[in-house]
């Protein structure tokens, strides 16, 4: 079978595994009878797990020369610890498996999107046509699960989180080994790495931007709620905004030019904050679902370019720890500062002016993007 089928294979499956942790998460915890600031403080202390959980495994890929071996232990100990998350109630137990699956589970996301770049360029295939399999696993999966929690209990989920994990697995497990760099991972490199201000200014440029975006994937489904909207809803809300994803990177050969990725990243960030202006107008739950059809016009072009420009500027051998701060910074810096942040917002000022805030740091993006396109244009 060829890599590329398992590979897409197992996209649906791990970006399903997401779409149960990430949006539900707080769902999950708001259901259990924990407070706003309560699930912001689990959220963002998941953050910090993960900020030091993604350049520790990604450092250890880069090392050994091993993406899937290292991918299959932590499939396998994701699952473990995501059944028992979603089968406790008690605050301490919540707090330690959800940080467990955060130290297992979120490395996994810089490592696929590494495996799926590097796969796409060996077989001359656009890196959108695999990602495409995790936007419609997330999509797939977040209906379900919506559905599920409303009709079967919150801790329904659990059983799908270890079904999915088991079956990721096996799809790794039948996956060959992608051939690795040869040169050398040292220090110096590293170093030398650290020392591009045209990447540097980059990952500012990334840090900036994802705050906001993950403010509104943490606290998304509880203003969903907080509008009287269910749990189905919110499943239906994250269906919708990951299926506007799809035809983007399945489209991705066609609108992603290389030299280009500053502007559409700048572009992408601008329909991030017409995203967040908009949701802080509607005052119902349905029509703020429906907001989220913006999605298609923001994460999926955002991520696909900067994977595209990290790795141009990235030395091939530090391209999986590349892919990791990258992660890192957009999944884990940022959900620290977001949730933290975001928790106290929404708690203090309410969903309106939690809106109108991530809005505006989203237009700071927006600007900070204009000027390094200028500066690149310059150079």
Known sequence: MKVQVLLKGYNFL??????????????YLGEQGLSVSEIGLIVGTGGVVTLIAQPFWGFISDKTKTIRKVMLLLVCLTSVFGYFLFNVNSFVMLVIFALLVYFFLMPLDPLTESLNFTVSEMARVSYGSIRTYGALGFAVLSLIVGFAMDYFGMSSVSILFVLLGLISFGVIWFMPEVQASSKPVTMAGFKQVLNNKEMLLFLALVFICSIPARMNDTFLGIHIRALGGDTSLVGITFFLSATSEIVIFALSFWWLRKGKELEIITI??????????????????????????????TFPIFYTAAIQYLYQIMPKEWRATGQTVLALLFFGLSSIIASYAGGYIYKELGGQTFYFIISIMSFIGVLFGIILTIRKRRI
């Open 14 to 27: 791990f970006f399903g595994l997401l779409a149960i942790f990430i949006p539900f998460l707080p769902v």
């Open 268 to 297: 992408a960030t601008f329909f991030y904050f017409v995203r967040f202006i908009a949701s802080a107008f509607v005052t119902s739950p349905i029509a703020l679902a429906l907001v989220q059809l913006l999605q298609m016009l």
